[in-house]
């Protein structure tokens, strides 16, 4: 593993990810990606089943062409913003399959073909349901909507929908017990 390849596409990308003035948000766009490094890497201490610098790479890359669109083109932008990022850099094709393949089928209708792709596309779906996540997305709803019971009914409003965008069944039901508990409150 190429350490030095992994922080310098990293740090390229929180770069350019600090400009970004979207409908998500920088805050929660950024943990987003940490969040999903940082379950990738635990994972991988324990398993070693992924081609890890190109899917790390893959995970950084994957939502950065939401800084220049929030719609669904931004998966084709995130490839060609690596694909600029690429020219002076030394890539096998293998790390650039994988490395496409995340940045153009993350999406919840998309068909990932590298283990990597299909791994990411589940936790860029499921990883919303983290607890570093769901505090930052009902901080920023109670901030927005002025109040903590405006924002905390946005906030399941929000989950609700997250939750169907979910491709595994085996997320869904974890999440739906812990959306059960958080109506109960």
């Known amino acids: 593993m190429n350490n030095i390849k992994i922080a310098e596409a990293k740090n390229y990308c929180l770069k350019r990810l600090n400009n970004y003035e979207g409908k998500i948000g920088k805050r929660l766009l950024i943990q987003m990606m940490l969040s999903i490094e940082k379950k990738v890497i635990q994972y991988e201490e324990t398993n070693t089943p992924f081609n890890l610098e190109p899917f ?3 995970i950084y890359f994957h939502d950065l062409g939401r800084i220049l669109s929030d719609g669904d083109d931004h998966p084709e932008l995130s490839y060609k913003l690596f694909d600029e990022y ?10 650039i399959e994988i490395i496409k393949d995340c940045c153009l089928n993350h999406g919840s209708s998309s068909t990932p073909i590298t283990k990597e792709g299909k791994y990411l596309q589940i936790l860029d779906k499921s990883i919303v349901f983290e607890p570093e996540i769901i505090l930052i997305v009902l901080e920023e709803l109670v901030e927005k909507e002025g109040s903590w019971e405006k924002g905390y009914k946005k906030f399941i409003e929000k989950m609700n929908k997250w939750h169907t965008k979910i491709p595994d069944q085996k997320v869904r039901n974890k999440f739906q017990t812990t959306l059960d508990y958080l109506n109960k409150l």
């Open 86 to 95: 690429k020219n002076d850099k030394d890539f096998s094709l293998e790390e």
């Open 56 to 58: 790390l790479i893959g």
